[in-house]
């Protein structure tokens, strides 16, 4: 939206087969004491301690389907994209260490958008000391599609998986939901103003804290030493980028517990609360369902409670039940109704990962 | 080609978010024993022995560009998507252990179509005894997107590089060349006359080993253990993917040595040989510049000439030579043309890896 328009345009073509991928990734230095070798070979060579476990996730993002070039600078995406595949690491409260990223762009690109995209991959690598160490790149009919695969160390004792959730635990989440989600909403609309009246200029002043939870992201690699400070092992841990509501009955699930969740303790932004009502939408509906909060879900034993409950970074949103009690959430007006899933269905058209 | 076309189908959407890519990896056991966790978590959780190192690669294939799916069976596509992978760990000497694979498809796939394509994977996994991990699925708006990322170990000692020739090694390459790339345009050929008359039935028998090359192509994962029975570690190792010439431009260059290579000591296949003289077209041009040959290129010390010279797996091509002295092609004539790598430009259309 606010990208300069009189920018230099070189067309891939001129670069050649390998000049393209020497060139986005020749300002990667490597940071991690694990990365043997990056870039530059057949693999990359990692090389982690004794009693290391490697942790390994992997997204595809594609452009009309997980993100939208109209309001998404290429910097950011980049960043993003990074971000997302992070996240799935902190989830498994391991250390993120190094990425791969391939991409495929079609040739209305030029290879001064690559650089902007790979400007933001590499501020999230530098932001978040992960090292860049391979990829591929080439060709798509249509738009950008990138692939990140991310890796990540933790020690076997440090690992918190989905299913070991007990009944009574308490079930938290970190930072506030329903942003990135919101965020979305107004760029959206935004956009339809922008094709009605393309002089009119947008102010998004109003809006900022949840367009940078959408465009811009992080991912929680501080939880990790947080809830080490704290003194306390998650039982269970999810990201909820997927959506808050469909995160929990994966964690249930695989638990094989129950579960309440109260409507009046998810943590909200004053601003997500403000846009809801802007938009004439029911905030917890938004907050549940939406997506793309990089935030964690976990769940810890009752005796943890005294360490988390003044933590303004963690907030307490229920708690395990027996497994045939069901998946509830508990309204503000103390009814309890069953929790559906609703999540994004990227088979309709809208994001999900897996 | 020879797809049964009254197949059921049901379509993706039918199936909902999580339910597909559960669908489709639910058989796949793990046989590796550094495996911890595979799929169903945020991210896999691996564990290697404290002397072995991590190599990971990644590629991304794109329909329209890296395959066809009017000659390419998506059974065929799952195998060789793996090997593609599998291949790049090989060229490390390393031995591959486990992949992710994330697809995108647009909703013309059917998940019929994604079975077979998955019970190619599989198929793959079982023979090189690897395991999937992870992965993800998304929508497309166009066509087939596939992204594996392969991970293997070795021992540091046993890791070869592309960059550690000295001058007066030993050239070699496994395998013979050019096959599968002379197979692509038999494919293609007969998609054209398909295209003219539905009805001729084409006879490929002729044609059986170069059609192979190109559709279900092996992954070397034999040559590690083959030079350790012969008592050779090699300098420098790649694979051949985007073709001879190129490849041995990448590893003199990195190496920082020249090099002859012998037009007579190409090994071809009798049946690459009779179908460059049908298509009328210089065998050696399609041998050093056809790719998709996923064959390892090495070097090694000539000391160890007479371990290598009668094995059938390997070919002795030439030599390396002072840097100074550039990288030739000597021919039949025995006249000293400069190598040029023409590769696969995947840039303008056609496939290619980093």
Chains 1, 2 share one sequence.
């Not at 000049?19 to 530059?40: M, R, V, W």
């Not at 635990?169 to 956009?191: C, P, T």
């Not at 909200?268 to 935030?295: H, K, R, V, W």
């Amino acid at each position: 939206m606010i990208e300069n328009k009189n920018q230099s345009r070189t067309s891939l073509e001129q670069l050649g087969e390998f000049g393209l991928i020497d060139h986005l990734t020749a300002n990667f230095p490597t940071q991690q004491e694990s990365t043997i070798k990056a870039i530059g070979d057949d693999a990359a060579v990692l090389s982690f301690d004794k009693d290391e476990k490697t942790v390994i996730s992997t997204d595809l993002l594609v452009e009309g389907v997980h993100f939208d070039l109209a309001y998404s600078p290429l910097k950011h995406l980049g960043y993003k994209a990074v971000v997302v595949n992070l996240s799935d690491i902190c989830a498994m409260n391991a250390t993120p260490t190094q990425i791969t990223v391939s991409i495929a762009v079609s040739n209305r690109f030029t290879l001064e958008a690559l650089e902007e995209l790979y400007e933001g991959i590499k501020l999230a690598c530098n932001y978040y000391k992960v090292d860049l160490i391979g990829g591929d790149t080439t060709s798509s009919q249509t738009g950008l599609i990138i692939s990140v695969t991310a890796v990540g160390k933790a020690k076997k004792e440090d690992l918190v998986y989905r299913n070991g959730a007990k009944d009574n635990n308490l079930l938290v989440v970190s930072g506030d939901i329903g942003g990135a989600y919101m965020g979305l909403q107004v760029l959206e609309r935004e956009k339809q103003v922008f094709l009605v009246n393309p002089n009119n200029q947008p102010d998004l002043d109003t809006y900022d804290y949840i367009i940078e939870r959408q465009l811009k992201p992080e991912a929680r690699t501080d939880i990790k030493q947080l809830l080490k400070d704290l003194d306390i092992k998650p039982t269970a841990m999810i990201d909820i980028s997927d959506g808050l509501s469909s995160e929990i009955m994966h964690l249930c699930t695989q638990s094989e517990v129950g579960c309440n969740l109260y409507e009046d303790k998810l943590p909200l932004d004053p601003q997500f609360i403000s846009t809801c009502e802007e938009f004439n939408i029911d905030s917890t509906t938004m907050a549940i369902n939406g997506g793309e909060d990089y935030e964690l879900l976990f769940t810890i034993s009752m005796e943890d409670f005294e360490k988390v409950k003044a933590n303004p970074n963690l907030s307490i949103i229920g708690h395990t039940t027996p497994k045939d009690e069901g998946i509830h959430l508990i309204t503000r007006a103390n009814t309890k109704i069953p929790l559906k899933a609703r999540g994004w269905n990227h088979l309709s058209n809208e994001s999900g990962e897996n």
